[in-house]
């Protein structure tokens, strides 16, 4: 069984960091590739950034590029987004995805979203002005 917990969510003001933790079990990152997503009120869930499982790249939408940093910890099967200088836009909730892609670099992920068929819970982010 596939599992996806998120974990690191909170308030935090303009300016601020948060890491999120994604801990995976049932899947091994050497076939699946991790996504972080996120969903603000009233609005469409939106893709963060990914976790190649072919080569490991990474690729991160234009609007967290410079502040987010996707990485994976293999011993422990969990995958981080770092946050850094978060801004009040950034408030939604995140959610981490996996998708079975073995051969797929990072920067053509975004044309797969619809394969990510496997998603945690969701954790909420709050960035206050």
């Known amino acids: 069984e596939v599992q996806l917990v998120e974990s690191g969510g909170g308030l935090v003001q303009a300016g601020g960091s948060l890491r999120l933790s994604c801990a995976a079990s049932?899947?091994?990152?050497?076939?699946?590739?991790i996504g972080w997503f996120r969903q603000a009120p009233g609005k469409e869930r939106k893709a963060v950034s990914f976790?190649?499982?072919?080569?490991?790249?990474?690729t991160y939408v234009d609007s967290v590029k410079g502040r987010f940093t996707i990485s994976n910890d293999n011993a422990n099967n969990t995958v981080y987004l770092q946050m850094n200088s978060l801004k009040p836009e950034d408030t939604a909730v995140y959610y981490c995805?996996?998708?079975?892609?073995?051969?797929?670099?990072?920067?053509?992920?975004?044309?797969?979203?619809?394969?990510?068929?496997?998603w945690g819970q969701g954790t909420q982010v709050t960035v206050s002005s």
């Open positions: 976790i190649s499982a072919y080569d490991g790249s990474t």
């Open positions: 995805a996996a998708a079975e892609m073995p051969y797929v670099p990072s920067r053509e992920i975004l044309f797969y979203t619809d394969y990510f068929d496997y």
């Open positions: 049932g899947i091994s990152f050497d076939r699946y590739a």
